[in-house]
């Protein structure tokens, strides 16, 4: 009897042994690929919050390393900042939600906010990702004069709005805790543009 545990015990070992190495060998063989992809990530939704004709010079942040966490970006046009960029994440109801926003350099409002990554429930948590057509299914069947735009109800609240007003920021329903982990991680991001600010 006793032989048998420490046998099973013995085999369990070392098929944790074997699968541990497994996932360290896979990881360290595709850790420069995950990176390229994130920083190709963060590249697309600094482009995409930049104020339109504004450029951004992503080897030079204001603060941080290029394409680091608390990196911190000016978007500029002709030779003046147009807005601040900066990301910030929160954890959500299953998994971090990781955003990118640019305040206005004028009034340092909210210009736009995205979210990078997050991995939040199907269906629910998932919403303050994904994006909606203007168009009806009238205008799909026999077209419409304006071109289709592509928009999210949820984080077009944060548009023009200060941290003091995110309470007017509806959550999505039955999923507060993954709007409350966007808002927190917008809070984060205009928090690192305000001390990049005052160091500069």
């Not at 603060?63 to 608390?70: E, N, R, S, Y």
Request: proline fraction near 4%; hydrophobic fraction near 45%.
């Amino acid at each position: 009897m006793i032989g048998n545990i420490i046998r099973f015990v013995v085999i369990l070992g070392l098929c944790c042994l074997v699968m541990g190495g497994g996932v360290a060998v896979l990881y360290a063989v595709f850790k420069a690929d995950l990176a390229r992809r994130d920083n190709e990530a963060r590249e697309f939704a600094i482009r995409d919050v930049s104020p339109e004709g504004s450029t951004v010079d992503l080897q030079k942040p204001l603060a941080g390393q290029p394409f680091a966490d608390d990196a911190v970006y000016a978007a500029v046009i002709g030779d003046k900042p147009a807005a601040y960029i900066a990301g910030g994440e929160a954890t959500g109801y299953s998994s971090t939600v990781r955003v990118m926003v640019s305040l206005r350099a004028s009034d340092r409002k909210i210009e736009k906010i995205v979210v990078v990554s997050q991995n939040e429930t199907p269906g629910l948590g998932t919403r303050v990702a994904e994006s909606r057509s203007n168009f009806t299914l009238w205008d799909k069947i026999f077209g419409a004069r304006e071109a289709e735009q592509l928009f999210n109800p949820f984080l077009g609240q944060f548009t023009g709005k200060a941290p003091a007003e995110f309470k007017d920021v509806h959550a999505i329903t039955a999923a507060t805790i993954t709007s409350n982990a966007t808002k927190r991680a917008a809070e984060q991001a205009i928090q690192r543009i305000r001390e990049a600010l005052e160091k500069k």
